[in-house]
């Protein structure tokens, strides 16, 4: 550790979003990378002390969007595998630790810049194939929102490091921004690549020791990304990559005495167990587990009937059907004002039956194929249940086909009852519920979208009245983690919109800030007295 300089980091600019246009040189480099993955089927180990592991447990690795397109297959992690990951991640900690914080920046900064030059076609392509993305929402993903994750949150440790407590003349005093006791288990979702990324290096970056349990759907993605942080110079064991069904290596890990933290995006059932998990073994503990959790959302748009109705369309589609409705933050459910939805509704359902759907490979489709069958499943049995009910009817797409791929059309249900089942349960799809409501009644059914769903997450308002803005801004504070007005309720931007949400949607702990990153310590002031007192007695004790 260097002692005789004091370092700094500047606060990054996000990273440009490359457009893909058509004879663009970054069009022609992913182009090249999907067929290169295509043609090379990739064998994927564990990683567990900066070593390949290989096990009997295989399992293969298909397109969503092409059942006969195999990316290759993985190796999954079983009871030696996690207790040599753990055993291998404390005695890295030490080592890791008490390296010097812009050492542990460097590396992940490294990671950055190879993500945004050299890799980026390499990890853009492998997001498109493994997890279905087109390459817009790929580039947003797993190049933008990873990079800018491991830049912002290198700034965000270099200014927490810095907040320090006032001293005097006498007392010189200190905090010491401590890593926890113990190993993190990261968890992180299918959709994102980026929060793939972000969820081993956040705590990793702050001096802790790391498992990471990536995705099954995203295993691919992932790796490729666990080997451009080891070409960063990631010292062995500090993150052990050990992908393995999570059901059966969850419980193993939340036993060990040594869990200090568990980082988490999922679904609520999963971060329940967890919580329960840990709460029965509390007393096996070194320490107090933390646990950073984002599940999902029952995410709006509230149109107010000044809204502009372009806008409005727009941020429907948008929201709602990107990545297949696919993200935390996806519309799933709309209230629109009576005059507002006479004047959109034959547009909106116009477009939506006009988006193309299909294969990554062409870059006319807005909309790809939704992540495996048990999603596929799931999705059909909320349209078929809508198509079924005498409260709701699909006005829009409602058709599904996996023969080739796991495909649902885009779909909008319109319903007069703002609790029908769509309205608040989570669909992880392709599917949009429109309530229509009377133009007078806007408080009122303001009142109504706050308490429908237990989530809060993102949510949006649209009007041109400022006043009605003001109005729904205060109605649906708890509402919304992330709030947008006249936006769509996705596309968060590290450094810009801290994201996260609660009730139950998680515990809010902004991926991407500096709240989340001091989840990952541990505190400690330390007090030099520079005059120490010789004697005991004090000054009121000179008289009876």
Same mark, same amino acid.
């Given at each position: 550790m260097s002692t005789n300089d004091i370092f700094s980091l500047k606060r990054p600019d996000n990273e440009q979003i490359y457009g893909y246009e058509a004879g663009s040189q970054e069009r022609k480099r992913i182009k090249? %990378?999907?067929?290169? &993955?295509?043609?090379?089927?990739?064998?994927? =180990?564990?990683?567990?002390?900066?070593?390949e592991v290989k096990t009997d447990n295989i399992r293969e690795i298909k397109a969503p969007h092409d059942h006969n397109l195999i990316l290759g297959k993985y190796h999954q992690a079983g009871k030696e595998e996690i207790n040599r990951a753990i055993d291998t991640s404390l005695k890295a900690k030490e080592a890791w630790e008490n390296t010097s914080w812009e050492k542990r920046a460097s590396i992940f900064l490294k990671a950055?810049?190879?993500?945004?030059?050299?890799?980026?076609?390499?990890?853009n392509a492998a997001t498109m194939l493994s997890q279905s993305k087109n390459v817009f929402q790929a580039e947003i993903d797993a190049a933008c929102e990873l990079i800018d994750f491991l830049r912002f949150n290198a700034y965000f440790m270099s200014e927490i490091y810095q907040k320090q407590p006032r001293?005097?003349?006498?007392?010189?005093?200190?905090? %010491?921004?401590?890593? &926890?006791?113990?190993?993190?288990?990261?968890? =992180?979702?299918?959709?994102?690549?980026s929060i793939g990324g972000n969820l081993p290096t956040a705590p990793a970056l702050m001096g802790n020791t790391v498992l990471w349990k990536p995705a099954s759907a995203a295993v691919y993605s992932n790796y490729f990304f666990m080997k451009v942080l080891m070409r960063a110079g990631l010292p062995d064991g500090v993150i052990n990559f050990i992908p393995g069904q999570g059901s059966k290596l969850g419980p193993m890990i939340l036993k060990r005495p040594e869990l200090a933290g568990v980082h988490f995006t999922g679904s609520v059932d999963t971060l329940n167990q967890m919580f329960k998990e840990v709460g029965a073994n509390i007393d096996r503990f070194d320490t107090y587990p933390r646990i950073v959790g984002e599940t999902g959302g029952k995410d709006f748009v509230f149109a107010h009937k000044s809204a502009d109705r372009d806008e409005l369309i727009t941020a429907l589609l948008r929201g709602a059907f990107e990545y297949q409705g696919q993200k935390c933050s996806a519309v799933s459910r709309s209230y629109i004002p009576k005059s507002v939805w006479e004047d959109i509704s034959k547009e909106l359902v116009t477009k939506t039956e006009n988006l193309k759907m299909g294969s990554v490979d062409d870059f006319t489709n807005f909309i790809n194929a939704v992540i495996d069958e048990s999603a596929f499943e799931k999705i059909k049995e909320y349209i078929k249940y809508a198509k079924r009910s005498d409260s709701a009817q699909v006005i829009a797409g409602g058709e599904f086909d996996k023969t080739e791929g796991y495909y649902i059309t885009p779909t909008i249900i319109l319903t007069d009852n703002p609790r029908f089942r769509t309205m608040v349960e989570e669909i992880f799809g392709p599917v949009l519920t429109i309530y229509i409501y009377d133009d007078q009644k806007y408080e009122e059914t303001l009142n109504l979208c706050d308490q429908t769903s237990p989530y809060g997450l993102t949510g949006s308002i649209f009007a041109k009245d400022r006043y009605a803005v003001a109005f729904a801004e205060k109605a649906l504070k708890h509402a919304a983690g992330n709030f947008y007005i006249n936006d769509k309720p996705t596309g968060a931007v590290v450094g810009q919109q801290p994201f996260g949400g609660s009730r139950k949607s998680g515990t809010n702990d902004k991926a991407g800030s500096q709240w989340n990153l001091m989840r990952w310590v541990?505190?400690?002031?330390?007090?030099?007295n520079l005059n120490p007192p010789v004697k005991y007695m004090y000054p009121f004790m000179k008289e009876k």
């Open positions: 090249t %990378e999907l067929n290169a &993955l295509k043609e090379n089927t990739v064998e994927i =180990p564990l990683i567990i002390d900066g070593k950055a810049s190879l993500l945004a030059g050299p890799s980026r076609a390499e990890i001293s005097t003349p006498k007392i010189l005093n200190r905090v %010491e921004y401590r890593p &926890l006791e113990g190993f993190i288990f990261a968890v =992180p979702p299918f959709n994102f690549t541990s505190p400690r002031s330390i007090k030099e």
